[in-house]
């Protein structure tokens, strides 16, 4: 009896399969980012700079996080949950008069506090021994005074928040024309309370 040959296997089309497989996956797959906080390095030294201006102490707002994740505030112990108002407080305070004066400012006008938001400065030093999630807790409230100032201003000038029309400006999907729209609004905002915010070198 004679033996029957095996039916041959096309595999000309095996190719295609993966490949249309791998565009599959391809578009797909969510790639996740990390995401972190924005921040800029200060420049390099150089000889031939001017000496940075002499910060006045009523302008600097001090946070100091222990190493247990305790915040001392201007050498008060204080709750995170409070940091954030603590800090609007500080940045909006315009006590400032002539030159420093601030027209938009709502705070307490405390003459032991900033002058106005573009000289208030937030001094943050942690420890070394201070958790990676207490830093960034501290973070996010300090960024959120900065936000909710912003928002305000953003919505009394512009009808909307501040976020918002970041979010807006950032989107791809946004048009040039309305992108040319924003960016002057964002610029304005940002000048009347810049984000300044000093960061030093953890203690031991």
């Known amino acids: 009896m004679a033996k029957r040959s095996a039916p041959e296997v096309n595999a000309g ?9 791998l565009i599959f996956f391809l578009v797909t797959t969510t ?52 940091l954030r108002a603590a800090a609007v407080e500080f940045l909006d305070n315009g ?29 943050l030093q942690n420890n070394r021994g201070t958790s990676y999630k207490r830093y960034i807790a501290v973070q996010n409230e300090l960024v959120a005074a900065y936000n909710e100032l912003r928002n305000r201003e953003a919505q009394r000038l512009y009808g909307a928040p501040f976020v918002e029309m ?7 999907r946004t048009s040039d024309s309305e992108k040319n729209k924003l960016k002057p609004q964002l610029e304005k905002i940002r000048e009347m309370y810049p984000e300044k915010l000093s960061e030093a070198e953890p203690k031991k």
């Open 31 to 82: 790639i996740e980012t990390d995401s972190g906080i924005s921040r800029k390095l200060p420049p390099e030294l150089d000889e031939n700079q001017p000496p940075p201006p002499i910060i006045k102490e009523r302008n600097l707002f001090v946070v100091n996080v222990s190493s247990n994740g305790e915040l001392l505030v201007e050498e008060e112990l204080m709750e995170l949950k409070d």
């Open 13 to 21: 089309s095996m190719a295609d399969i993966a490949f249309l497989l």
């Open 166 to 172: 970041e979010a807006r400006y950032n989107d791809a």
């Open 95 to 123: 006590a400032g008069t002539g030159d420093d004066a601030c027209s938009y400012c709502q705070g307490p006008k405390d003459p032991a506090s900033s002058v106005n938001p573009t000289k208030a400065i937030i001094a």
